[in-house]
């Protein structure tokens, strides 16, 4: 699956879409079959690859991107990746296909229409994922990378479909996230905090003028955020660039 995923990542540019679509299926029966979840994530990888090249390859508007093979298969792909996730006890596993996830929304587009009732319950079930009653060193280590990833793929799904296919779920999407951005992060870097603040972003590029009544809750987190010190210096006074 590493070799797969290297040859789709170098060269997926000249390989024909059918070959394409000739080798996801066997990465996606694995995915589904295979009772080894390290196996389950290397053919998870090529997935990815592929989509996340994709996505770099086409622009929005471009007719190929419109009718690529893989495009059509889509609904394929989401719902054998999602239920596998679910149905796994690996939080690595979850994580991964999570990401895999967000790569093929972010190429699906408009064409993830269809599945906005699907996968939005689908990102909600992780969202809500405490973990396991006894913890261990899977699921401390990666649970708050799956919820992450699972706000990653309900907010840039809320940004490729739009408001109106959206709508039934974009106030409870805009209030989990103005919530969860009151409480107190250790720092800037936080991870969970740059995965709500893109989400943020998403979500007011799919609600435009719906999202103004989350302002009063969000703003002063943003206001916070950019008041932060930063590392650069000011030079009062200088005449030539050479002097710096």
């Keep these: 699956f590493q070799a797969v995923a290297e040859l ?19 990465c996606l029966s694995t995915c589904k079959d295979s009772s080894v979840p390290r196996v389950q994530c290397d053919a998870l990888f090529p997935i990815r690859i592929t989509f996340d090249k994709l996505l770099a390859e086409y622009e929005p508007e471009d007719p190929e991107r419109q009718h690529t093979p893989l495009l059509q298969d889509i609904a394929a792909l ?14 690595f596993f979850k994580r991964d296909s999570l990401q895999t996830m967000s790569a093929i929304i972010s ?7 269809p599945f906005v009732d699907e996968l939005v319950p689908l990102f909600h079930t992780f969202l809500t994922n405490t973990g396991p ?14 919820l992450n990833y699972a706000i990653e793929c309900t907010t840039i799904l ?14 409870g999407v805009a209030d989990f996230i103005a919530t969860e951005l009151q409480k107190d992060f250790a720092t800037w870097a936080d991870t969970r905090l740059k995965f709500l603040l893109r989400g943020w972003t998403c979500m007011v590029d799919c609600m435009g003028d719906h999202a103004v009544r989350y302002l009063e809750a969000v703003m002063p987190k943003l206001l916070q955020l950019a008041s932060l010190n930063c590392d650069l210096e000011r030079l009062e006074e200088f005449k030539t660039g050479e002097e710096l």
């Design 8 to 26: 789709l990542s170098n060269c997926i540019a000249d390989i024909s879409p059918k070959l394409q679509m000739d080798a996801l299926p066997v």
């Design 78 to 91: 989401i719902s054998t990746i999602g239920q596998a996730a679910i149905d796994s006890e690996y939080y």
């Design 107 to 113: 190429v699906g587009a408009e064409h993830m229409v």
């Design 133 to 146: 009653t006894s913890p261990n060193k899977d699921s401390t280590q990666h649970l708050p990378f799956t």
């Design 158 to 171: 809320a940004s490729v479909v739009g408001y109106e296919p959206f709508k039934p779920f974009a106030a």
